[in-house]
């Protein structure tokens, strides 16, 4: 699991790759688990909270991003 001061390191693009590779890696578990075929339960609920991380971060920024271009 991504650790938020290790998320916090990231570029904005680096984020949102991520994001589009644990949203490929949830759709791929949710199909394991509609088959019956997931083996790992817990990692659903990892990569589920590592996506809201990811996107609190973006969020964070885009917030301060815009506070700043009010001060200017």
Do not use: C, H, P
């Amino acid at each position: 699991m991504a650790k938020i001061e290790d998320l916090r390191t990231k570029t904005d693009d680096q984020l949102a790759e991520n994001l589009v590779l644990l949203k490929k890696e949830q759709f791929n578990l949710r199909f394991q688990a509609a088959t019956n075929q997931l083996e790992g339960a817990a990692r659903v609920k990892q990569v589920r909270r590592e996506i809201a991380q990811i996107k609190t971060l973006q969020g964070e920024r885009a917030k301060s991003a815009q506070t700043e271009a009010a001060k200017a």
